[in-house]
């Protein structure tokens, strides 16, 4: 009876550590597994922030070429209602420069023109170089009209009033409107396109404020339809026009403008 006591014991303790030992494997790959797979999540974390990081590339400035030596250049004419305060140069090609209506006291710069018809004493003749900086302009502008996959699309449905805007590529569908003030925030370096199908309409006594260190150099409005800022109003950055740009009385820009039809100044200040 005890031997075959001991038989049975010693049966049911190799059976007991052959079970044990069927088990501790299965758990070893188990803990493996699990291992594998943070390392693999871990990676693909990895490699999609490096994915994301690739794409998300700066929005390039718009080059402005030789256009961008000018504060005012047009192609059919400056119109002016005296006093007019312009710091940098201006021109207009190809028209006349008899289209240039203001005054060599106006202007703190030089004031270029196809022809001596221009405002006497002080104008220069370069038709060369006007007709590269208008080339320059119109390039310009197609390839800040042609940016794609906005940022922004339609926002607030054409009416900016109030906002803060941050940096990147804006588009509108139709015109927009600045009934009240905006402010503009980013950094030295940050760009900022804003693309108009429409008009450009900023209201009376409206003001742009830069804020967080943003350039007016680098603000560039793109518009296919006329820009209109009114009566002492305070406009920021480059605005390249397809058509007119026309400052009422009082207005005042810190930029360009860069028309491609006529700018229209009433006693403004432009820098």
Known sequence: MKTNKLYLTAVTLIILAMAACTKEPNAIVQSNSTSDQINNSAKMQSNNAANLSTLQT????VNLGLAGDFVILSKTGITDVYKSTITGDIGSSPITGAAILVSCSEVTGTIYSVDAAGPLPCVVTNATRLTTAIGDMQTAYTNAAGRSNPDFLNLGAGNIGGLTLSPGLYKWTSGLIIPTDITISGSSTDIFIFQVAGTLNMSSAVNMTLTGGAQAKNI?????????CGTTSHFEGNILGMTG???QTGASINGRMLAQT???????TVN
């Open 58 to 61: 700066p929005l390039a400035p």
């Open 220 to 228: 560039f409005w793109v518009t296919a339809g006329a820009v209109t």
């Open 245 to 247: 740009i026309n400052l």
């Open 262 to 268: 006529a700018v229209t100044l009433q006693m403004n």
